[in-house]
């Protein structure tokens, strides 16, 4: 690989072929990125909805002999 870009000029190898790639691989790239960020956000949601029901049901148990501040 190294040898294909010896001989040409610094643009060609940091500029042009980063260009190349990401018009060529743009759509992809953009998918992947989206399917992460969804990924993320839905564990997000499940840890705070299992977080939420976790301190509901902790609440509900803990005051189930006392009702007073239930």
């Known amino acids: 690989m ?3 870009f010896a001989g ?3 643009w060609v190898k940091w ?3 980063p260009v190349i790639a ?3 691989f743009g759509g992809l790239i953009a ?3 989206g399917f992460v960020i969804g ?3 839905k ?3 499940f840890v705070a909805l299992v977080g939420g029901l976790i301190y509901v049901v ?3 148990t803990s005051s189930s002999s006392s009702r007073s501040d239930w």
Do not use: M, T, Y
């Open 31 to 33: 998918n992947v990125v």
């Open 2 to 4: 190294r040898e294909i």
């Open 39 to 41: 990924v993320l956000f």
């Open 58 to 60: 902790r609440k509900f």
């Open 22 to 24: 990401l018009v060529v």
């Open 15 to 17: 500029i042009a072929v």
């Open 8 to 10: 040409l000029p610094w």
């Open 43 to 45: 564990v997000l949601l």
